[in-house]
């Protein structure tokens, strides 16, 4: 009975797998989801420093220790194994639903580019490392 149902998870998990793999797999970037940027960009910590203090910076805190509006982004939550960086191009495109944290929903940041998000994910990605989360 166990075998069964541990079958019949590894073979959902599989085609779930398969599926985000097809889904996600654009040849060109006029069938790019309108949230990524495009497949040749180059993400710079610098300019995400920049847009990060500009548009996150009240939420996150200047040090993305988090603070009365927004949860710390230094945080094992945070970890690219917890938060992949596709949650974050989807957080910045479309928002969040509160789940981690009692802020209450994070909306949408209309004003950023898919770009803009990928330069403050680097400059994210590199704060997480430079505090020892990955």
Same mark, same amino acid.
């Given at each position: ?17 398969? =599926?985000?793999?097809?889904? #996600? ?9 309108? +949230? &990524?940027?495009?497949?040749?960009? %180059? ?29 710390? =982004?230094?945080?094992?939550? #945070? ?9 974050? +191009? &989807?957080?910045?495109?479309?928002? %969040? ?38």
């Amino acid at each position: 009975m166990i075998d069964k149902i541990i079958a019949r998870i590894a073979a959902l998990v599989l085609v779930i797998f398969l =599926l985000l793999a097809v889904f #996600y797999q654009r040849p060109d970037n006029s069938k790019r989801a309108p +949230y &990524l940027p495009a497949k040749d960009f %180059v993400p710079d910590a610098s300019t995400g420093e920049q847009l990060f203090s500009v548009n996150c910076i009240q939420c996150h805190g200047k040090r993305l220790e988090g603070g009365a509006n927004g949860p710390p =982004l230094i945080h094992a939550y #945070y970890h690219p194994d917890h938060h992949a960086d596709l949650t974050f +191009y &989807l957080a910045v495109y479309q928002g %969040v639903h509160q789940h981690h944290w009692q802020f209450g929903n994070m909306p949408a940041m209309k004003q950023l580019t898919p770009d803009d998000a990928g330069h403050i994910l680097r400059f994210i990605r590199q704060k997480q490392q430079e505090a020892g989360l990955f």
